[in-house]
């Protein structure tokens, strides 16, 4: 939470890799796979299917985590090959029912009142 929270993503993007990253390891052991860099990839693919459709994984890998690549021990080719366990993990559904529709709708109406 505290890495979407400095990447200053909203909250339905937020919601959205969290339920992904629970789904990934529903079907996966953390020892398997780093749980960080799981959530590097969750929070791209959250933020592609919600929001910005246009977003590549090159560019999301340079603007965030270019400086820091060495230190997280991530490189591009690695994120590629997460996306593509993600996606299967996920059976290619990336579809999330979110609260924050429902939450925001009674916020609409409460200020109605």
């Not at 953390?30 to 994984?57: Q, R, Y």
């Not at 590629?80 to 996920?90: P, S, V």
């Amino acid at each position: 939470m505290k890495c979407l929270n400095q990447l200053k993503y909203p909250n339905k993007i937020c919601f959205t890799a969290i339920t992904y990253f629970r789904r990934f390891f529903f079907k996966h052991n953390p020892l398997e796979f780093n749980p960080f860099h799981i959530c590097v990839i969750c929070i791209f693919l959250a933020a592609k299917v919600e929001e910005k459709s246009d977003i590549n994984l090159e560019a999301y890998f340079n603007a965030n985590f270019k400086n820091d690549a060495e230190f997280f021990n991530l490189s591009l080719d690695l994120l590629k090959y997460y996306e593509i366990q993600l996606c299967k993990a996920l059976n290619f559904e990336f579809l999330v029912h979110s609260p924050i529709i429902c939450i925001n709708h009674v916020q609409n109406i409460l200020q109605e009142l």
